[in-house]
């Protein structure tokens, strides 16, 4: 993955950013982000699937349909999660705030929160930093929006790109936050992109699917989808505007867009809570995309798996089992092969005959792993992202509260 973009050289026409220290948690910590979007954009999002969505996010969800967003208002520390009516109100009382100062309607507000669940938010010191958030807001402050929403996260995550679409230069760029709770189920845990092209609403929605279903959708550190995932796609219209991309400059923008969503994922990945490995779980030859992805994502999840990645362990046999009790009907293990790296492992659902101890452990001491399952039954193929599990992993959230 490419260097993470500094502030100065990550700007998307249209937006401005600001994060302060308001003291939802802890004391001296940017905590609290706004995000400006001009008044004619275009906003489409997508929301986490978790039945238990936290008050945020029904609310965002419903100002989204009500208005044209103008504000995106993000406080870390605190999910406003599992807080029933009184968490409602509490989301409504600071978009009335940020209302209130920016001189836009309640529903030009969208808020997000990222933090512990169910606990009450403290809302005064929210409704103190908004004021300095508003006069703080400046287009080059991405690298500070990015730190602030940050939660166990080791760094910020920023993605940007620029392409040429009828001869003009058009800027893609976003931030993401997300280490553990990680199975998106449509998005991260947070995330927010921003294009200075002019689409409308209808076509950017579903170049925000497609990306999506490349990228947020194909990560997993732990198998937990959090309540309060959300990712945010804004077209400012500022550089040019489109009713309608033609086929192929819809194609261009959408590879784009994807490699941007795609490392913000990654970045996820790589920062995962505990994690020291980087692992790639590509299955191929697969009747469609849910056999693939069920057999990627049971290997990602196995903690067998992924503690036999922390310790570099070849134990083949964890990743045979999981292959194993994925669901696959009619499974003819005849046409399996397994490879770690450039090594093959099984064959026939048998341990390959060259196979050596050492060719296997010199894979696993890579801090970047790939394994490869041919099902050797169709054509599909998907990849997953995942990452180890680690002690660290069982430390930071045994004591994610105190």
Known sequence: MSAQPESDTLKVDGIRLSAVASGVRYTDRMDLVL????????????????AFCAAPVQIARQHLLANTPRYFLINTGNANAG???????????????????????????????TGVIGEPLPVEPILLGIPDAFSGL???????????????????????????????????????????????????MLAFVFTDLG???????????????????????????????????????????????????????????????????????????GGTKFVTVRVENGLDEQECLAVAYTIAESPLVKTAMYAADPNWGRILAAVGRAGVRDFDLSALTIYLGDVCLVVAGELAPDYTEARGQAQMDEDEISIRVDLGRGSHAETVWTSDLSLDYVRINADYRT
């Not at 790109?161 to 709770?181: D, F, P, Q």
């Not at 990712?231 to 261009?252: F, I, K, P």
């Open 35 to 50: 995000i400006e979007m001009p008044k004619d954009a275009s906003v489409v999002g997508a929301f986490t699937q978790n």
């Open 83 to 113: 807080t029933g009516e009184a968490g409602l109100v509490d989301a409504l009382r600071c978009c009335q705030s940020m209302a209130d100062i920016a001189r836009v309607q309640p529903d030009q507000i969208l808020p997000f929160s």
């Open 138 to 188: 400046d287009e080059r402050n991405w690298f500070d929006a990015a730190t602030g929403i940050m939660t166990t996260d080791t760094q910020p995550k920023l993605a940007s790109k620029a392409i040429k679409i009828s001869g003009r230069e058009v800027a893609i760029g976003g931030i993401a936050k997300g280490a553990g709770m990680i199975k998106p189920n449509m998005a991260t």
């Open 199 to 273: 689409i409308d609403q209808s076509d950017l929605d579903g170049l925000l699917q497609q990306s999506v279903s490349q990228s947020f959708n194909r990560i997993t550190v732990d198998g937990d989808t959090s309540t309060n995932d959300a990712c945010m796609l804004v077209a400012t219209g500022q550089s040019h505007n489109y009713s309608s991309l033609e086929a192929a400059e819809r194609a261009t923008f959408q590879r784009a867009l994807t490699d941007v969503f795609r490392e913000l994922a990654m970045a996820i990945i790589k920062d995962a809570e």
